[in-house]
């Protein structure tokens, strides 16, 4: 079974930087796509960015380009969100989320991290 653990989230100011990370664990097959996503109060879950854990490109929301970066690292089956010029309105729960190269859809969730960013 998939389980996924995301830390790093908290109470910032707008222009801080954040760090969010997720641990994988019970991955079974030998590739794995890992993406961020993220609700804002009252919204819509929305898709923030992809990883592939055995290298590739990253793949970005084309709003979320320029102030976050997704790395990942295999060898400890995590991936990483790094966050730049935060603004209020990247206030949301940030979920991490995990699918096999061969599924369309993610299917393996973690709980969420909140990001809260003060004017």
């Known amino acids: 079974q998939v389980q996924l653990l995301e830390s790093g989230g908290g109470l910032v100011q707008a222009g801080d930087s954040l760090r969010l990370s997720c641990a994988a664990s019970?991955?079974?097959?030998?590739?794995?796509?890992m993406a961020w996503f993220r609700q804002p109060p009252g919204k819509e879950r929305e898709f923030v960015a992809s990883i592939s854990l055995h290298g590739g490109s990253p793949y970005y929301a084309d709003s979320m380009k320029g102030r976050f970066t997704i790395s990942g690292d295999n060898a400890k089956r995590s991936v990483y969100l790094q966050m730049t010029s935060l603004q209020p309105e990247d206030t949301a729960v940030y979920y991490c989320?995990?699918?096999?190269?061969?599924?369309?859809?993610?299917?393996?969730w973690g709980q969420g991290t909140q990001v809260t960013v003060s004017s």
């Open positions: 989320a995990a699918r096999t190269r061969f599924e369309s859809a993610y299917k393996d």
């Open positions: 019970g991955l079974t097959y030998s590739s794995y796509i």
